[in-house]
């Protein structure tokens, strides 16, 4: 299936599901620190720097203790083949869906999530290198984080998350080609506001 024609579903669903959703829906606007935490099959040569990045996310309350919530950021990162030199950048958009877990304390209303992603890797910049691909791929995600109260339906929030990515990356340094299983695996933490409708 194209990269566009996933992006193109997920939109669907997304706003098919806050029209649906109405009274049981809510929005959450937040900035986001991204920290990869790389490893590979070639000696641990490659290096994703963090990044910032601003973060929506849209859920759905079957009940006031269980939500859906779909996640999307995108997020472009430099990557570097240590002692080698430059593998140019990459854009990532891991599209994540989570089940959640939601408890009430009045004001405070932590969460607990599991779930997956599908992540699609684009924009690829060579760098010094003759040419850079890294494969799309399924992935799963945890979560922690609260929502604490601070006027009628509206909410700070605090979230933290694990994704663990994975992508087979060929790099092409123009006298031969290299090619490496790369765990990404970044750590997302967020904070923003949120809106119930």
């Known amino acids: 299936m194209k990269k566009t024609s996933i ?101 405070f209303k932590p969460y607990v999530g599991a779930g997956i992603n599908y992540t699609i890797f684009y924009g690829e910049v060579p760098g010094d290198m003759a040419s850079t691909k890294y494969d799309d791929s399924f992935g799963y995600a945890l979560q922690l984080g609260t929502d604490i109260k601070v006027a009628q339906n509206m909410y700070l929030n605090f979230d933290v998350k694990k994704l663990y990515l994975q992508t087979d990356a060929t790099v092409d340094t123009g006298s031969g080609v290299v090619k490496a299983e790369v765990d990404i695996d970044p750590l997302l933490v967020g904070v923003g506001i949120g809106f119930r409708f």
């Open 7 to 107: 992006i193109s579903i997920l939109f669907f669903l997304m706003f098919n599901s806050f029209s649906f959703a109405q009274e049981n829906a809510m929005v959450r606007v937040r900035a986001l620190g991204v920290s990869p935490d790389v490893s590979d099959n070639i000696g641990g040569n490659i290096a994703i720097n963090n990044e910032s990045v601003p973060e929506v996310d849209f859920s759905y309350f079957f009940h006031p203790n269980f939500a859906v919530e779909l996640i999307l950021a995108t997020a472009t990162h430099d990557v570097n083949l240590n002692g080698t030199g430059s593998l140019g950048s990459v854009s990532l958009l891991p599209p994540t869906l989570l089940a959640q877990y939601h408890m009430d304390f009045g004001m």
